[in-house]
């Protein structure tokens, strides 16, 4: 006998929603775990406006700051609470306040009237179907063991769930903070945190339910959190023809076989100004010829300089933009993690059927995961180029070789395994005359020309010779002529 999953509410964070499969499962109890500023209260304060959204009632029980405090701090964020209910258990709240002083907070009285019937009262008054509860650990400066603080909480949440609400409580994650016990009594655990290379989001437990599991991307913005999952190396294809796509350039499809392959990773290797990028986006004026859409993630250059550079070389980058058959976005690595990045670029294909995605360049992706290792750069590299390989997407990553002449290297930041072709350019220094050379170092799909070839950029667009038969050393950094000369040595 087969069970349908349980049904689910949206958390108010799309991001999360993904991470939870849909979200959480309704008449549950969850805990947000996470130190200060770590955007607990906010995560509340986006579940609650979600099911003001739906139609559902909602409750805000504050143990800490003021009703007043907290809607001054959602306006900031324009987080609209008007319509969210509120049960202001604050120190300087009057539920807690007897003719005398904060009397209620000792120990020996907090299992009298005055903190169960305020509680209650509002309950039944407006039914709520979702309830935030922040910090339900506050209740333990008001018990005298962390027993009756057990006895409190459980006691406590079931009323709510025979209430029919769904519950999200925060805990203060603290040394003495008994917030350990509180992820035993509860459906599941979200945990916020905040390590240098930017906040993090992972649900450590989820009863009923698989999630994604892992640490996730976040940022607190104007409207509340915004989460951004990793991205998933399976569940994600669409039917595509695996073909080759041709540059335009006889040359060098010529060299490849035809072209890149269809769904296939190619890296454009080569030292500054050997012309990584003009080759790479080739192929994408040639693809905007038969109607299909490329995107350029440019993290080291600024598209109004890539758009004069191209239209003096007779690729018409701006006729493409507006036709919308190219897409060139700037990317600035140090406000961008590689989760939000893979979300974007993951969104910019399944939206609009993107055909070519060039990352450009590599060494300006990896600040975006400066914290990390180079292994942790190739690990993310390589779930995105799955990604967008199993949907079909043609990718070209443009990475930097650091020497401009000498000994040969294939890739800087290592990523030689991701690719399935390789195509390297070259300086040449021949009889004290600085030239370009362009080869195939690798390609899975077919075979390929193994001849390196005179590169040119010129005013018509790019210029490809015949094989340089003639010439060796190239790769060991001291090209030479042999005796027999090429077209390149004549000049021709």
Do not use: C
Not at 236 to 248: F, K, L, N, W
């Amino acid at each position: 006998m087969t069970h349908s999953p349980p049904e689910r509410i949206s958390t108010g964070v799309s991001g999360l929603d993904e991470i939870l499969h849909s979200g959480l499962i309704p008449g549950r109890s969850y805990l947000v775990r996470g130190d200060p500023g770590t955007g607990k209260t906010i995560l509340g304060m986006n579940y609650l406006t979600t099911g003001v959204e739906a139609g559902e009632t909602v409750l805000f029980v504050n143990l800490e700051e003021s009703e007043e405090d907290i809607r001054d701090n959602a306006s900031t964020l324009d987080i609209d609470l008007s319509d969210v209910h509120f049960l202001d258990l604050s120190p300087d709240s009057d539920v807690f306040v007897d003719e005398q002083s904060y009397d209620i907070f000792s120990p020996s009285e907090v299992e009298q009237e005055p903190l169960t019937t305020a509680i209650t009262e509002r309950v039944e008054s407006i039914e709520p179907d979702r309830v935030f509860i922040d910090p339900l650990t506050k209740l333990r400066h008001l018990t005298s063991d962390t027993y009756q603080f057990r006895k409190q909480v459980i006691a406590f949440m079931r009323y709510l769930k025979e209430q029919g609400a769904t519950i999200l409580l925060t805990s203060e994650s603290t040394p003495d903070s008994p917030d350990h016990d509180l992820q035993y009594m509860t459906d599941g655990t979200i945990q916020l945190e905040r390590p240098e290379m930017g906040r993090v989001i992972s649900v450590p437990k989820f009863r009923g339910s698989s999630i994604r599991e892992g640490k996730h991307s976040m940022r607190i913005e104007q409207g509340g959190l915004a989460v951004y999952p990793e991205l998933a190396t399976n569940g994600h294809d669409r039917e595509y023809v695996a073909e080759p796509i041709p540059s335009g350039v006889t040359e060098i499809d010529n060299l490849l076989h035809g072209g890149i392959e269809r769904g296939t990773v190619t890296v454009l290797s080569g030292p500054t100004g050997v012309g990584k990028t003009t080759a790479g986006t080739q192929f994408m004026k040639e693809a905007a010829s038969r109607g299909e859409r490329s995107v350029i993630y440019m993290f080291e250059e600024s598209t109004q300089t890539f758009m004069r550079r191209n239209e003096a070389i007779d690729i018409p980058v701006e006729e493409m933009m507006q036709q919308g058959t190219l897409k060139v976005e700037e990317v600035e690595p140090l406000d961008h993690s590689a989760m939000e990045f893979a979300r974007e670029v993951r969104r910019e294909v399944e939206e609009n059927d993107t055909d070519i995605v060039m990352i450009d360049g590599l060494q300006g992706y990896k600040l975006s995961v400066s914290s990390e290792s180079d292994e942790m750069l190739v690990r993310k590299l390589h779930t995105l180029s799955r990604y967008l390989k199993d949907m079909g997407v043609s990718v070209i990553l443009v990475d930097e070789i650091q020497s401009v002449t000498g000994e040969f290297q294939a890739t800087e930041a290592g990523i030689s395994y991701l690719a399935d072709s390789i195509v390297f350019l070259r300086h040449l220094e021949i009889s004290g005359e600085m030239r370009k050379a362009i080869g195939v170092l690798k390609k899975r799909t077919s075979d390929f020309e193994r001849t390196l070839r005179e590169f040119r950029i010129t005013d018509h667009g790019l210029e490809v010779g015949e094989p340089l038969t003639g010439l060796r050393g190239v790769l060991s950094g001291a090209p030479e002529w042999t005796e027999v000369e090429s077209t390149l040595d004549n000049g021709e």
